[in-house]
């Protein structure tokens, strides 16, 4: 069974920063692309951003709203899937969840959406 | 970005109900759509992917239909565990987007 066990979140000053982190088990972690989506407080959902398998290349894509600000990174010897979220902004307060990626390829064309879920962990920005 | 609008924001209904969700992208996605539900306080869970195949352990009274740029999610027989938001979600573009969702109530 796919479980995906978040930790990290908390409460931080804007201009702060802080690391979530998603232990996997359950599946082969090195073989799949992992993503973060958020949602602010009764608000619908939000992708962050994914990361691929490194057999796949081990790119990122991240969301205009926090590119350059929050790096997701993964660690195939610890089965965890982390977000460095750096300059956060009151904006940023939302519930974060990770998630394990499904993929579709046919005829050199890859589709990818969002399949298991963590428990999601709440940030917090505010002065 | 390819926007989607979900219709209606708000449903009404009764245990036995049938309930159709609309779910509009502002282009063509094909096929590339999913819809989650999720309960208070809880994470989404998968329903229905590329538009009408079914999620793992998925109830059968959940089914997805449409494609280009109109999808809906029906629930043939509502049961009271589906009482929920609904998401949809277009991944024809690898910038997911998502819908507002659609929140189910007992009426």
């Known amino acids: 069974e796919v479980q995906l066990v978040q930790s990290g979140g908390g409460l931080v000053k804007p201009g702060g920063s802080l690391r979530l982190s998603c232990a996997a088990s359950g599946f082969t972690f090195s073989n799949a692309w992992m993503s973060w989506v958020r949602q602010a407080p009764g608000k619908g959902l939000e992708w962050v951003g994914r990361?691929?398998?490194?057999?796949?290349?081990?790119?990122?894509d991240s969301a205009a709203p926090v590119k350059g600000r929050f790096t997701i990174s993964r660690d195939d010897s610890k089965n965890t899937l982390y977000l460095q979220m750096n300059s956060l902004k009151t904006e940023d307060t939302a519930v974060y969840y990770c998630?394990?990626?499904?993929?579709?390829?046919?005829?050199?064309?890859?589709?990818?959406?969002?399949?298991?879920w963590g428990q999601g962990t709440l940030v917090t920005v505010s002065s | 970005d390819i926007q989607m609008t979900q219709s209606p924001s708000t449903l009404s209904a009764s245990v036995g109900d049938r309930v159709t969700i609309t779910c509009r992208a502002s282009q063509s996605i094909s096929s590339w759509l999913a819809w989650y539900q999720q309960k208070p306080g809880k994470a989404p869970k998968l329903l229905i992917y590329k538009a009408s195949s079914l999620g793992s352990g998925v109830p059968s009274r959940f089914s997805g239909s449409g494609s280009g740029t109109e999808f809906t999610l029906t629930i043939s027989s509502l049961q009271p565990d589906d009482f929920a938001t609904y998401f949809c979600?277009?991944?024809?573009?690898?910038?997911?987007?998502f819908g507002q969702g659609t929140k189910v109530e007992i009426k």
């Open positions: 998630t394990t990626v499904k993929i579709y390829c046919n005829g050199g064309s890859c589709y990818s959406w969002p399949d298991s």
């Open positions: 979600q277009q991944y024809n573009s690898y910038l997911w987007t």
């Open positions: 990361v691929k398998s490194k057999t796949d290349g081990g790119a990122t």
